[in-house]
């Protein structure tokens, strides 16, 4: 089902969605494709790969693209403190679109992930004054 979730950030939001997602990185909790480069090797080592279309080519290397300019987005912004928030900025040629859109998807999955922990603990409880025999 498609589904937009909107987001109303301010400077705390993004701080703690870049530290989030730092500490996702980090722990190796996100695994990222492959540089489109090696993989366009490995899809020349494939017979099929003569047999496809320009169109088929193309659709087969976009991810892999867009993964290398995420990752290039990413080493390119500065960090900065002010107040215990974190400000990460772009280039003045360069954009933080993608970066922005992989640390708003991991933070509201980290959400969901720690509202279902809680959920799960919950129901794990036995409250054993409710329980009530039936004969």
């Given at each position: ?13 993004n701080s703690n ?119």
């Amino acid at each position: 089902i498609p589904c937009i979730i909107p987001i109303t950030a301010h400077p705390e939001f993004n701080s703690n969605m870049w530290i989030d997602l730092s500490r996702c990185l980090r722990n190796e909790e996100i695994a990222f494709l492959i540089d489109d480069a090696e993989y366009k090797q490995m899809l020349m080592s494939d017979k099929d790969y003569v047999l496809m279309t320009s169109e088929e080519k193309a659709q087969q290397l976009v991810p892999y693209i867009q993964t290398t300019a995420l990752i290039n987005e990413a080493v390119n912004l500065s960090q900065e403190w002010r107040n215990g928030v974190l400000r990460l900025s772009e280039p003045r040629t360069g954009y933080k679109d993608r970066i922005v859109a992989c640390g708003y998807g991991n933070y509201i999955a980290t959400k969901i992930i720690n509202k279902m922990e809680q959920l799960s603990q919950k129901s794990e409880e036995i409250d054993w004054d409710e329980l009530q025999l039936v004969f």
